[in-house]
T-cell receptor, first 111, second 115 residues
């Protein structure tokens, strides 16, 4: 089993739809969680950190489920500009623990 | 200002060349990172510097040599590379604090082609 897994997609949804994807992790000691978006041939850009209590930023909501060991990203009222690859990042507490990127979920918003 | 800059944007080098990639940040971050990313794959961590000291080397071949001259700068020296080293090389920075891992901010990357 991979340490961090994401459904590669692509998720193809109409503009205005709500879409959600998950990222599962295998190490229960993982402490830090993030969502990044990456456009084709560009660098990853931080979308949001994921806190234990969940957090929301405009149309984006991130949740952490420690019991089932996954984080989720919900995008409401999707825009064409949301088309990108969404990467989750997971890290354990100790400085020696690995920084692990998921392989990414590709999202395509159609008009 | 959340900007991380990288130079050059593109680099083509032969297998016998020596070149360097440069990264700079002015966010006061004390952790800096080098990643390698191949097409349609996630970034792979290569090196981590924390307070200007190399703290993680992910078993990277010695033909890649990192250097952190000061808290704002990070270099990656390249020598005798192989064609399979062609990739996007990303630099990132973050706050550094004991056990807490903070969000990383990425530079635009250097697209490297080894001929």
């Amino acid at each position: 089993r991979k340490e961090v897994e994401q459904d590669p997609g692509p998720f193809n949804v109409p503009e205005g739809a709500t879409v959600a994807f998950n990222c599962t992790y295998s190490n229960s000691a993982s402490q830090s969680f993030f969502w990044y978006r990456q456009d084709c041939r560009k660098e990853p850009k931080l979308l949001m950190s994921v806190y234990s209590s969940g957090n929301e930023d405009g149309r984006f909501t991130a949740q952490l489920n420690r019991a089932s060991q996954y984080i989720s990203l919900l995008i409401r009222d999707s825009k064409l500009s949301d088309s990108a690859t969404y990467l989750c990042v997971v890290k354990g507490y100790s400085s020696a623990s690995k920084i692990i990127f998921g392989s990414g979920t590709r999202l395509s918003i159609r008009p | 200002d959340t900007e991380v800059t990288q130079t050059p944007k593109h680099l083509v080098m032969g297998m016998t060349n020596k070149k360097s990639l440069k990264c700079e940040q002015h966010m006061g971050h004390r952790a800096m990172y080098w990643y390698k990313q191949k097409a349609k794959k996630p970034p792979e961590l290569m090196f981590v510097y924390s307070y200007e000291k190399l703290s993680i080397n992910e078993s990277v071949p010695s033909r890649f040599s990192p250097e952190c001259p000061n808290s704002s700068l990070l270099n990656l020296h390249l020598h005798a590379l192989q064609p399979e080293d062609s990739a996007l090389y990303l630099c990132a920075s973050s706050q550094a604090s004991g056990g807490t891992f903070y969000e990383q901010y990425f530079g635009p990357g250097t697209r490297l082609t080894v001929t």
